[in-house]
């Protein structure tokens, strides 16, 4: 069973007695995405309420952004085929050592990678509970890469994986259903994502800057943000795009990211602006200067970009698949399409860009539906959890009906 984390007053400062929390990720600051934006903001957020944070992460030598908390760095290589991420090679003495004398309350687990599994049984040994969150559908992007027969013993080391958490935490509601028929995991529950609705809103907006990109005053640009991999359905994209052009229909794409498929994309779509790697008020600027968010991406479990271009007051047509199908509201906020579906998604672009009401419409009602996401109330809700999941396990270790002292 499943269930949302409550809503936290932000003027909560005190949340149970976690007070130091370690967490392992296999990436914290050297590429940019969705999961590593909510870890920096959980960090944040905790330190900001006195818990003591110590993130242990592979690092690169050119690092994307300036990380929030300290981050302990753990030998990693590079992943074959995509050289910009890297694999942690396990906990070594030195990391084990740190990790050690720092006797978190917590353990909180980013990724069932070589860390993840090492930091899981140093947890066991040590009687210290460990949740996981669940960011990346890493079985599914086998798909694109030709070796789909792998994806179901890599579900079953999932699996394996997360039957040893506590708790597992999912990005949305259908998720968690989808992990839920897999038997993912014992205790599966809900910590949703946030946007910052100071830097994404329509405010951003600039025509100026549309101008020097290209697109003009009478052009709909439809805007794809995120790392330009296959996995985020370029392929569906381009083709979408082209079928729009067999049909004379006019549109400008605004292609917002940086990966090792940017020379191939580039070549797929000509005429598309590619501005590269954009983040904080660029991006925001990005966005709010688009006209449609167009997303044909399966693999993610909440889709930060698609709330942020809601915020930003932009209409989506998604994929029918986990994350949009939680953000978007079919009809009202966009349009969700079968993922491999070409016809489909250019039937549905093709009406926002004809009819500008429909657009105006669809965008205000986005942008009016992202105000629920508010940062303070998610993060909060998963730091009570953290105090949860801890009186629970120092219950199980209780000797002859006596409470273990608070650490």
Known sequence: MSQALPNTPASVTTLG?????????????????????????????????GVEVLVFAPTAKKAAFQHTGTLIPVPSITLPGRREYRIAVGLPKKQRKILTDFAPDIIHLASPDWLGHAALTWAEDHQVPAV???????????????????EKHITGLMRRFYHR????????????????????????????????????????????????????????????????????GLGVFADTLDELKRRGIKHKALIVGEGPERERFTERLPDAVFTGYLQGIDLARAYAS???????????????????????????????????????????????VPHDNVAAFADKLQLLIIDEQLRARMALTAEINSRAYSWDAILGGLHREYGEVLTNAREKLRPHGQLIAAQ
Not at 18 to 46: E, W
Request: charge should be positive.
């Open 132 to 150: 996981a969150s669940f960011h990346t559908r890493f079985d599914t992007y086998l798909r694109y890469y030709k070796l789909a027969w792998l």
């Open 290 to 336: 688009a006209d449609i968010f167009f997303n044909a991406s399966i693999t993610e479990t909440f889709g930060n970009v698609t709330l942020e271009a809601m915020a930003s007051r932009l209409p989506s047509v998604c994929a029918d698949a986990t994350g949009s199908r939680t953000l978007v509201s079919p009809g009202k906020t966009g349009y969700l």
């Open 17 to 49: 007695p976690t007070k130091k929390i370690a967490i392992f990720s296999g990436n914290y600051n050297y590429v940019m995405d969705g999961p590593v934006r909510a870890l920096n903001k959980l960090v944040g957020y905790l330190e900001a309420r």
């Open 165 to 232: 958490c506590e708790r597992i935490y999912a990005p949305s509601n259908c998720m968690v259903k989808i992990l839920s028929k897999q038997a993912m995991a014992k205790d599966i529950r809900i910590w949703s994502r946030g946007v910052d609705l100071e830097v994404f809103n329509p405010n951003r907006r600039d025509v100026a800057w549309r101008k020097l990109q290209g697109i003009q005053k009478k052009d709909v640009a439809i805007a794809f943000a995120g790392r330009l991999v296959l996995e985020k």
